[in-house]
């Protein structure tokens, strides 16, 4: 899916250049479920970024499906993100004035096949409050949310930054249980930004990244169920 | 510190708003100060022509029969010399001066009606195109102002007006030339009697300011010059209540408020006033909501954060003051708004008043009501804002950060999108954006008010001095007006239509005295020169004439009249009822016309002679029988040049609009981008194109601007005829302000394009925008 080659990025502070990532070669396939682990101004974000099309400021080469993102004008990289991308984060970024409903339906109108809301809302567990405004929400509802919003779209790979930053344990149980369904049922591709170790054994390859490199890649081969990871 | 973050809030996270507010402000108090200082200089010029002993009226003698015997046995002129001869020519011919003839007729006027009067000569020519009048110089009325220098002594010395030696550079002892001969400048004056200077000798042709040239010499070099004499008497009452001449005693009178030249100045203050009453006012209702409501979205900007320092232990009273800054989006740009119209007054008081030969009195505004206004409102946009914290802040910390931008639809919010419910979803979705913020969608509404209201007047205005010559135009269909010396035959005037004038009294519906003149027309079909036409409808009512009096708007709005009323008119010894029979275009003068018929009929007297009468034709009768024959080419060009001022007040309005509602619009773009920037960031980063975010966040807003410019316009006719209509009372016009379609389709057209315009620049800033860091960092 994805080809990543000596992907370089830097700011400039005034004097001072701040090369965030340095020279990262990566591949991802279709279905994956990878982590990125990383502290704090390792580049995870910024990585993230430039995979969804988000930042399009950098070095080097990311292939998706053969097509170099750099060489992708405005047009094509909007494109590229109606039909391929979705965002999940962790400050859930839900259009306060639509209610749960609605907010699921700003992503299904950018999808060709029109999964049905209900349907969705009733898999999220979010059905009996879809009339409900975001600041009706707790934390893990909103986050419910913003996963229909993200699967209704039917992308092949979501990104998802610190999910489960803000929720309590049993909350952050609830929404990988169905991001990772949604990997399994949907063959979706789950790239995932954490600080927490733990939810790494739940993901099939884990990408440990330090100071913008790339420190190891692990591929895991029996991940963890969730009943087994310790929160 | 917290101050230190109300000031950065204000000058660099919200700078575009900040200084789109501080000029704002600064454009209204430099408007409102510059007609505050230009009306209190244009009083200060009255005031100082008052001291100059400007004329209360003009007026020249009747000579009665027994007057004119006694004239030609003093002087040995012959009867008949008298019945064939202009009278100027026989005073020429034997060189008589007015004096010898008027002198006891004057002290006798003088002692019976109570007034002081003083001889006016004045002689026009025209050189290269400038058209020189040359005033002899009075000794007690219309006293000149000397700015520089003294009156002319010598033979060759001049005296030269206020705005020439400032055109041509002139000083004293600077030469200028004449005819071929050089004169010494000895003084630079100003002539308040000759409010308007650039009159011809008809009293009615006004030469352009550029080309007319103001002279006087010494008495010996005045009595030389052949040229065109105009001569009147000036008085100035010396009773505190003017007693009325009748007229049989003066052959003509023309009070103060019927003077075109001098009551230019007293139609230039009305009008003033006019302007600031309602642009300021405007301005000012403009600047208020803006204040408030900038100060309404600081506040709710910030509301997190002070929930947070609440919540750390800081008293709402240390809140409310970090909040004083907001005194600098008042005190900065109205300190500047007083100190450009300071500097810039002079210029702009210039061009508007070129008109006038008085000098500038260069009256600054007053320091200590200057400070005094900045300071009021200064206090009170400090109060205000404080108040609206206070509300604000007296919940708990918690609420106030739960509060922030998560609050639900409220009751308003889900009404409007239950009505404005879309089947399409972006549609709709651009209905929710819209709604998102009633605060952004109320402050683009109003920018569409404003800005339909500034251009509605704008417009109304600047139709005035063309409504004014049309209207003129249009009705006076003759090509001479002739005002008759005597009782005349003028059934040997070809194709002449004659007029018959009493001047009498009414009393309004307001039991206010009023003067009128009372015009009653041959009812001759054939040569009816004067037509008149409807106000509401422009129809022809001419036929009218034969059933009442037909009125003017002016007068119809000063005294509340409408068609069908009775208005009762007197002299010193009857009363008479007319009928109003209908009310025509003409927006001034407190004439009534009628017909010799109706006239004949309802006053019970016969007409055995007229006041003068309409031609098409110059009239060719013995010069001593006409007093005057105005032309009425140079009266209408004299109309048109009088009012040609409004077209400058209405241009500078209607950039005036254009500026404060391109600044409105822009600022309510620029808050409905800023308040939903996060919301457009994710629709990107989820792949809306640029076409459907536009389509979503910034067109939308063309409804509430449409609805903006749609409450301006009944709020614009309820103004203009209220507020105008009560103020034309007390001027001396009738300010029309019509609503045509036309106005309203080129408002709505060109707030339209100015919205495209403000549109266009956001929906590059959007297409330009990849901030998506924005979205993705946590905010406090």
């Known amino acids: 899916m994805y080809i990543i080659q000596g992907l370089s990025k830097s700011y400039k502070n005034g004097e001072i250049i701040n090369q965030v990532l340095k020279g990262i070669d990566l591949n991802i396939e279709t279905g994956e479920f990878i982590t990125i682990l990383g502290p704090s101004g390792s580049g995870k974000s910024t990585f993230l970024n430039i995979l969804g099309g988000l930042d399009t400021d950098f070095q080097g080469k990311v292939k998706f499906f053969d097509k170099d993102l750099a060489t992708f004008n405005e047009k094509q ?79 092949k790979v979501i990104f998802c930054d610190e999910p489960t930053g803000a929720l309590d344990s049993s909350t952050a149980k609830i929404i990988m249980s169905l991001l990772l369904n949604m990997n399994k049922e949907n063959n979706i591709t789950v790239i995932l930004i954490t600080h927490n170790t733990e939810l790494a054994n739940l993901s099939n390859k884990v990408v440990y990244v330090v100071d913008g490199e790339i420190d190891s890649v692990k591929v895991v081969e029996n991940p963890l169920s969730l009943e087994k990871i310790v929160w | ?70 004239f030609a046995s003093q002087h040995q002129i012959s009867l008949e010399e008298i ?56 000794e007690k009325i219309n006293k000149f102002f000397f700015v520089k220098g003294e009156m002319a002594a010598e033979d060759n010395e001049i005296v030269i007006d206020i705005n020439t030696a400032k055109k041509k550079d002139l000083n004293i002892g600077s030469s200028f030339i004449i005819k071929e001969k050089e004169y010494i400048v000895s003084g630079i004056a100003g002539f308040p009697g000759l409010i308007n200077p650039n009159m011809s000798d008809t009293g009615l042709k006004i030469y352009k300011p550029a080309t007319s040239v103001i002279v006087s010499f010494n008495d010996k070099q005045y009595n030389a010059l052949n040229e065109k004499e105009k001569i009147y008497y000036a008085g100035v009452w010396t009773s505190q209540k003017p007693q009325e001449i009748p007229s049989a005693e003066v052959e ?39 204040l408030a409501m900038v100060l309404i979205k600081m506040i709710q900007d910030n509301l997190k954060t002070y929930g ?121 979705l651009r209905n929710k954006f819209i709604f998102r913020n009633l605060f952004v969608f109320c402050l683009v509404i109003f920018s569409g008010f404003a800005l339909g209201v500034q251009i509605l007047m704008s417009m109304g205005m600047s ?42 009294k009414i009393d309004s519906k307001n039991n206010n005295s009023d003067d009128i003149s009372l015009i009653a027309l041959d009812s001759n079909e054939k040569n009816q020169y004067i037509h008149f036409y409807d106000y509401e409808t422009n129809k022809n009512i001419t036929d009218q004439l034969s059933n009442g009096v037909i009125i003017n708007k002016w007068f119809a709005n000063k005294h509340n009249l409408k068609v069908g009323d009775k208005l009762t008119v007197y002299d010193n010894q009857k009363n008479n009822d007319v009928t109003i029979a209908g009310i025509n275009l003409d927006l001034q003068g407190n004439e009534l016309y009628t017909s010799q018929t109706y006239y004949e009929d309802n006053f019970l007297e016969k007409v055995n002679f007229y006041s003068g009468f309409y031609s098409k ?73 640029n076409s459907e975010i536009n389509k979503v966040s910034i067109i939308g807003y063309v409804y509430p601007l449409l609805i903006g410019i749609a409450i301006s316009i009944p709020y614009f006719i309820l103004l203009s005829k209220l507020l105008f209509g009560e103020l034309s009372k007390s001027a001396n016009f009738f300010l029309p302000m019509q609503t045509s379609l036309v106005n309203i389709l080129t408002v709505t057209g060109f707030s339209l394009l100015f919205f495209a315009l403000v549109a266009i620049v956001y929906m590059m800033k959007i297409k330009k925008s990849t901030s998506f860091q924005k979205l993705l960092a946590e905010q406090l």
């Open chain 2, 463 to 504: 139709g005035f001095p063309d409504q004014m010559a049309n209207s003129f135009e249009k009705q006076y269909k003759y090509e001479y007006k002739s005002i008759l010396n005597d009782k005349v035959n003028i059934t040997n005037v070809k194709d002449a239509q004659g007029y018959f004038v009493r001047n009498l």
């Open chain 1, 77 to 155: 990289m909007v494109k590229f993100r109606r039909d391929n991308v979705s965002f999940i984060f962790q400050e859930y970024h839900l259009l306060p004035t639509l209610t749960v409903y609605e907010n699921v339906q700003v992503g299904q109108y950018l999808s060709v096949s029109k999964s049905s809301i209900d349907d969705i809302l009733e898999k999220v567990g979010l059905a009996e409050h879809k009339n409900k405004y975001p600041s009706q929400l707790s934390g893990g509802q909103k986050q419910r949310v913003a996963i229909a919003r993200a699967i209704i779209k039917n992308p």
């Open chain 2, 252 to 290: 003509y009178l023309l009070e103060k408020n019927d003077n075109t030249e001098i009551n230019i100045l007293d139609l230039k203050i009305s009008m003033n006033k006019m302007i600031i009453g309602v642009t300021v006012t405007l301005l000012l209702s403009i600047v208020g909501i803006m």
């Open chain 2, 308 to 428: 947070v320092l609440k919540g750390m232990g800081y008293k709402n009273y240390e809140l409310i003051f970090s909040f004083s800054p907001t005194a600098l989006l008042l005190i900065l740009p109205v300190s500047l708004g007083i100190l450009l119209s300071s500097l810039m007054n002079n210029t702009i008081f210039g061009v508007m008043n070129n008109d006038l030969l008085a000098p500038y009195p260069n009256k600054s505004m007053d320091m200590f009501f200057s400070v005094s206004v900045v300071s009021i409102f200064t206090i009170g946009v400090l109060a205000f804002s404080f108040l609206i914290i206070f509300l604000f802040l007296r919940k708990n910390s918690i609420n106030l950060i739960r509060e922030t931008s998560q609050a639900k639809n409220n009751l308003i919010k889900r009404v409007l999108l239950k009505l404005f419910a879309r089947k399409k979803f972006l549609s709709n």
């Open chain 2, 83 to 138: 019945e064939e001869k202009n009278f100027n020519q026989i005073l020429f011919d034997h060189q008589i001066s007015y004096r010898d003839i008027y002198g006891d007729k004057i002290s006798g006027l003088q002692k019976n009606y109570g007034f002081i009067s003083e001889i006016q000569q004045s002689k026009f020519f025209e050189v290269n195109g400038n058209n020189f009048r040359v005033v002899k110089h009075n």
């Open chain 2, 1 to 70: 510190m917290l101050i230190k973050h109300c000031l950065k809030y204000l000058f660099k996270s919200n700078k575009f708003l900040f200084f789109s507010i501080n000029i704002m402000i600064l454009i209204t108090s430099f408007m409102a100060f510059t007609l505050l200082i230009t009306n209190n200089n244009l009083e200060t010029v009255n005031e100082n022509n008052q001291a100059l002993k400007q004329e209360d009226f003009q007026f020249l003698p009747k000579l009665s029969k027994n007057d004119i015997n006694i």
């Open chain 2, 617 to 689: 034709d110059m009239p060719i009768m013995d010069k001593g029988e006409i007093r005057q024959t105005i032309v009425q080419k140079e009266q209408y060009e004299a109309i048109k040049l009088n009012f040609e001022n409004y077209k400058i007040i209405s241009g500078a309005m209607l950039l005036l609009g254009m500026l404060l509602g391109g600044i409105l619009l822009s600022i309510s773009i620029y808050i409905a981008i800023k308040t939903g920037e996060k919301n457009i960031l994710l629709l990107k980063s989820m792949g809306y194109t």
